[in-house]
């Protein structure tokens, strides 16, 4: 599969506990790499770097918290164009997958 991180924001550790099982799953697969960062504590400029992106964020008001949204608007802006899955919500809700497809179209 390639190298991949998951980034996150927790509140209360329910986000980073999930963030932890997707990790292990996917380390189960042979050839792997996962890293498992908190929103904020990463060099965002290294996105590139990795074949797969995930986030994971507590829903604040029907979307993700502001960091996460940053970090959005953050992958937008660099060539992401050569990755199988630039980045991924795994659950959101439609009023989500709007700009996600919006984001995707460009």
């Given amino acids: 599969m390639g190298k991949a991180i998951i980034i996150y924001e927790s509140k209360y550790g329910n986000t980073k506990q999930v963030a932890e099982l997707i990790a292990e799953g996917m380390r189960q697969v042979p050839g792997t790499e996962v ?20 986030l994971g964020s507590p829903n604040h008001m029907g979307g993700p918290v502001g960091s996460i949204k940053k970090i959005i608007d953050h992958l937008r802006k660099l060539k992401l164009d050569n990755k199988k899955s630039p980045y991924s919500i795994p659950i959101c809700r439609e ?9 995707k179209s460009k």
């Fill in 35 to 54: 890293n498992i960062s908190e929103a904020g504590q990463l060099d965002l400029n290294n996105a590139v770097t990795f074949d797969c992106i995930l």
């Fill in 95 to 103: 009023n989500l997958r709007k700009p996600l497809r919006k984001w």
